[in-house]
């Protein structure tokens, strides 16, 4: 039987590679002046916005899983979901501005382009906060990969 930290270990990985996809999708449309793969791009942001509910949902069940575990620090916890969190919102608002470009496409808006240019930004920023959520994740509970590892103040 999974619970919510198996679940959240599942698609905790879906936000940051699927920011990184939308992300390189869209800027490969955008700067080749490709209207099929700049709709592609704005529709692949929408759905790594979709995707990433998932993550954030199952984040305060494994929270308070995690934080009764051996070698586990709340620090660790608390900085992992600020940074989910922040990284969460930006994809979010880069998929509202993802589904708004599709709309001014459709229509043929001349402000098109200038939103589609602030999607991709909105959306390559997202991908670096949320790998970063990733990183600090992984802190948690990989405790090779921190600095200090092995010594008293690790934690």
Do not use: Y
């Amino acid at each position: 039987m999974m619970n919510q930290a198996h679940l959240h270990l599942i698609v905790n990985h879906v936000p940051i590679v699927g920011s990184l996809f939308a992300a390189v999708l869209l800027g490969a449309g955008v700067l080749r002046h490709n209207l099929d793969l700049t709709k592609a791009g704005l529709v692949a942001v929408l759905a790594a916005g979709l995707l990433c509910l998932p993550a954030q949902l199952t984040g305060e069940g494994a929270a308070a899983i995690a934080q009764n575990l051996p070698r586990v620090s709340r620090a660790l916890i608390h900085n992992h979901e600020e940074a989910a969190e922040l990284g969460f919102w930006v994809l979010e608002a880069a998929a509202a501005l993802a589904l708004f470009g599709l709309l001014l496409l459709k229509n043929n808006s001349p402000k098109a382009r200038l939103v589609t240019l602030l999607t991709l930004a909105v959306a390559v920023l997202s991908f670096g906060l949320l790998a970063r959520a990733g990183n600090l994740g992984g802190l948690i509970r990989h405790t090779e990969i921190r600095e200090g590892f092995g010594t008293a103040d690790e934690l």
